[in-house]
């Protein structure tokens, strides 16, 4: 069984602040996708990166494919109170299912 | 607004109630998906249909019972359900079935479902 732990499980910090949450796993993932979900609402896919050692940028957001696709992290730069989520990262093994990590509550206090 | 749209958003159902979840998605995509988030496990897949039939029954007990009478409506008919059931129940679509392959999901608000 393919599993995908995310860290920290809680984040809780101030605007302007940068951050990074990490997505790990033993087992090797064809791609990632991170998605953040907002309270009363359902998970909406920001990036998905397929290329080990990948680098995607959306705005302040940085998503970062491990060299040998076990892992990923996302780093936020100067986070605003938008920024305040559940992010989840899933990842496609090669079968036709995403597997989905816990997430990380993150928090962006003004 | 996602093109996938859930209903009711809230349920609050005793043991002995049946009720049924709606999902519909206006994006013209050929699979469906129901998972459920509960709050300290990761979003588990319950059901996976591809034109219209089931593709995938995750292990999930039978009193939970899906509907996929065309591409764009998907329902989840509850009965006999326990608390440990209550939970947030997601609906999504695909253009195809197949991972990354199939497009990207596209998720529905949820219901929030309370068994008591």
């Known amino acids: 069984t393919q599993l995908l732990e995310q860290s920290p499980q809680f984040l809780s910090i101030q605007e302007g602040e940068n951050l990074t949450v990490y997505c790990n796993s033993s087992s090797v993932f064809s791609s990632l996708q991170w998605y953040r979900q907002e309270p009363g609402e359902g998970p909406v896919l920001l990036v998905t990166v397929v290329t080990g050692g990948e680098v995607k940028k959306l705005k302040r957001l940085t998503f970062q494919f491990g060299d040998a696709r076990k892992d990923s992290s996302l780093h936020i730069t100067a986070a605003q109170p938008g920024d305040t989520g559940l992010y989840l990262c899933a990842g496609n093994g090669g079968s036709e299912k995403l597997v989905f990590g816990k997430g990380t509550k993150l928090t962006v206090n003004p | 607004e996602t093109g996938v749209t859930q209903t009711p958003r809230h349920l609050v159902m005793g043991m002995t109630n049946k009720k049924s979840l709606k999902c519909e998605q206006h994006l013209g995509h050929n699979a469906m998906y129901w998972y459920k988030q509960s709050a300290k496990k990761p979003l588990e897949l319950m059901f996976v249909y591809s034109l219209e039939e089931r593709v995938e029954n995750n292990s999930v007990p039978s009193r939970f019972s899906p509907e996929c009478p065309n591409s764009s409506h998907l329902f989840l008919h509850l009965h006999t359900l326990q608390p440990e059931d209550s939970a947030l129940y997601l609906c999504?679509?695909?253009?195809?079935?197949?991972?990354?392959?199939?497009?990207?999901?596209?998720f529905g608000p949820g219901t929030r479902l309370t068994v008591t």
């Open positions: 999504a679509s695909s253009r195809t079935m197949g991972g990354l392959a199939g497009g990207r999901q596209y």
